[in-house]
């Protein structure tokens, strides 16, 4: 069975082609700039047992266009994967806000079109586009059956008193102001992939999950399940990020627009765009470019490399507390899998709770799964490089499967 995966943001889509037996990835790929003139897609392949790549530039004047040009790569006789499209069984889509409707991932239908449409109040800049991919697929992969899969729905076993803020209660039953949560795809990964790699059950353990890429959240488990999470309503809650300020005072905001003399919308741009790493350092929101800095002995990338581990290290000892202890530590995403010197500032201080992360093997672990605790550390710590993309694909198939099933039957 082949599976397409989509994450079909605002001007771009990114893509993966998975065939699940030996769950392989036969494709991947990234479609820049569309609706522009001079749109991107970068597509690796596998043919005759190498990665290879193959760069386009074209015009992509919209997302119906795109998923075609998407298609027509997949298919290709040179840099193609498949003779047909009839050989993709099923669609999966990462789907950013499934509010409070969805504890999983479903399979989609009119109602649960409706159902996104929904949430786009809540995400505004997401789902509208996760929207446009579903129905360009239903257009021109007509029949292959389409499965969403959100990143708020592995945070939905939140306690009610780990997500209600402290407002007046009306204003989540009137528009449900409540903490949801994000990356929930990820969190999911590596939380069961520990129990994997550690050959414990995930009833038994009690998990803290760092998601550290250009947008940051932690998470606590028990029993593979989420129990609190540090991005709320939105993503801009939490840590501090690439460029999302994370925790602030909320009369910051009247601040702004009163002293700036800023609009609302350019004060939602300054949080979310122009502030952490990026707005604390004044130079990059990039990690990489943040490191050097710090080498070439720039005080304010220092500032935001201490900032950033800081509040990392203030959620993991919170969490512990959240979760009356803690056996496992996990780093993932583009920071957490590669960057050691951020690992080890995380775990700084926390030996009085067990943690003692081991010098030598978190130098080594760079975007590859490895422990890098010391021998006798209480936590298990792990570096795991993150897969959405695998867990889509494995929803779906299960879902599609029972589909089949359903329709065998009849
Ligand atoms: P996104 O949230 O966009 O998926 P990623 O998970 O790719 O982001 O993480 C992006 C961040 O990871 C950036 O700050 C980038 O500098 C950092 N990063 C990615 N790869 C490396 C690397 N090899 N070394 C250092 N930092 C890296």
Same mark, same amino acid.
């Given at each position: 069975m082949k599976i397409l995966i989509l994450n079909c943001g605002s001007s771009s889509i990114k893509y993966k082609l998975i065939e699940m037996i030996g769950e392989q990835t036969l494709s991947y790929g990234i479609m820049e *700039?569309?609706? /522009?003139?001079?749109g991107l897609l970068y597509h690796h392949f596998q043919k005759e047992g190498e990665l290879k790549e193959k760069k386009l530039v074209m015009e992509i004047p919209d997302y119906n266009i795109g998923i075609k040009l998407i298609i027509n790569t997949l298919i290709h006789s040179k840099y193609g994967v498949i003779n047909d499209e009839k050989e993709i069984s099923a669609i999966g889509h990462r789907v950013v806000h499934g509010g409070e409707k969805f504890a999983s991932s479903v399979l989609i239908d009119a109602d649960v079109k409706q159902d996104i449409r929904d949430c786009i109040e809540l995400a505004p800049l997401h789902n509208p586009h996760n929207l446009r991919g579903i129905k360009a697929c239903e257009t021109l992969l007509s029949g292959i059956p389409q499965v969403a899969v959100f990143d708020t729905a592995f945070h939905q076993t939140m306690p009610k008193f780990a997500y209600i803020y402290g407002l007046p209660y009306l204003l989540y039953q009137k528009y449900d102001i409540r903490r949801y949560g994000f990356h929930g795809t990820s969190h999911r990964y590596v939380s069961e992939r520990v129990s994997e790699l550690s050959? =414990? !059950?995930?009833?038994?353990i009690k998990i803290i999950t760092c998601h550290l890429g250009n947008g940051c959240s932690i998470s606590a488990i028990e029993k593979g399940k989420s129990?609190? &999470? !540090? /991005?709320?309503? &939105?993503?801009? =809650?939490?840590l501090v990020m690439g460029t999302r300020c994370g925790n602030i005072d909320p009369t910051v905001v009247f601040h702004l627009i009163g *002293?700036?003399?800023?609009s609302l919308s350019e004060v939602v741009t300054l949080l979310n765009?122009? !502030?952490g790493l990026y707005g604390i350092s004044g130079v990059s929101n990039d990690m990489r470019e943040i490191l050097q800095e710090v080498k070439a002995n720039n005080s304010r990338a220092s500032l935001a490399l201490e900032i950033f581990c800081y509040q990392v290290r203030k959620y993991i000892a919170s969490y512990a507390g959240v979760l009356g202890g803690v056996d496992v530590l996990v780093f993932t995403a583009g920071i957490g899998e590669n960057v050691p010197l951020v690992r080890q500032k995380c775990c700084e201080k926390l030996d009085f709770m067990g943690v003692k992360i081991d010098k030598e093997k978190n130098e080594l672990a760079i975007g590859k799964e490895a422990i890098i605790s010391q021998q006798s550390s209480k936590v298990k710590i792990f570096c795991i490089p993150t897969n959405e993309e695998l867990i889509i694909a494995r929803d779906t198939k299960k879902i599609v499967e029972i589909l089949i099933n359903k329709e065998t039957k009849n």
């Open positions: *700039r569309i609706g /522009m003139h001079d050959g =414990e !059950s995930i009833e038994d129990v609190d &999470t !540090s /991005m709320g309503f &939105t993503p801009l =809650e939490g *002293r700036e003399g800023l765009k122009q !502030s």
